[in-house]
């Protein structure tokens, strides 16, 4: 299997140097890992199908040595990205944060994201790993929204009391839970990639 890549796909109006992922990116590749994170197309008028085209291009196929880690908005897109993918196609991990799978009243402009639902459980099956974060003060996307995408997942659901929307103008220039996870992830799939050289 090829090394451990790991791609972060940022919100609506958001940018690969705002929030925790330049951080969670230097801290990554502090301990070798290979991370890219993405800047999606028009962030402030995103289109699902630009953005399902730009994710194709970068990551290209799926594969079990690929970890996604999506915010807000990132999170649908990630989940859009393994569907277009056939069937055969494994990701070693996904993690979630402020994630949602349904109409937003606050950000209806997202809708279109949302407006064909997804195989949830036939996604899951094709996930090595998966797990969620969500803030229970998330005004933005609120926490039921994204404890009803863990329960369709079978993930595990990690909550912070005052997390917000995990914004840096909130104060999240970090986020070491989202390290903690996707560390986590890394190391079990180093686990799986040594088992199989030794055998």
């Not at 301990?31 to 028009?42: G, I, Y």
């Not at 970068?58 to 990630?78: P, Y």
């Not at 005052?162 to 840096?168: A, E, I, N, S, V």
Request: glycine share 8%; net charge negative.
């Amino acid at each position: 299997m090829s090394p451990v890549k790991v791609f972060i796909i940022h919100g609506y109006t958001a940018s690969p140097q705002a929030n925790w992922f330049p951080w969670l990116a230097t801290r990554l590749e502090e301990q070798r890992v290979q991370v890219t994170v993405l800047a999606m197309p028009d962030p402030h008028t995103p289109a699902p199908a630009a953005w399902d085209a730009y994710l194709a291009q970068r990551i290209g196929e799926a594969d079990g040595s690929t970890i996604l880690v999506g915010h807000s908005l990132g999170c649908i897109a990630a989940l859009r990205y393994l569907h277009q993918q056939t069937a055969t196609h494994h990701l070693g991990g996904l993690l979630l944060v402020s994630g949602f799978d349904e109409p937003l009243a606050t950000l209806p402009e997202l809708t279109p994201f949302v407006a064909q639902s997804l195989p949830l459980a036939e996604l899951r099956a094709r996930l090595h790993h998966c797990a969620l974060i969500a803030s229970m003060d998330d005004a933005i996307v609120p926490q039921p929204y994204s404890a009803r995408l863990a329960q369709r997942l079978q993930a595990p659901l990690h909550l912070i009391e005052q997390g917000g929307h995990f914004l840096d103008r909130e104060g999240f220039t970090e986020l070491p839970l989202a390290y903690e996870q996707v560390m986590g992830m890394v190391s079990a799939l180093g686990d799986v990639q040594g088992t199989l050289k030794a055998g």
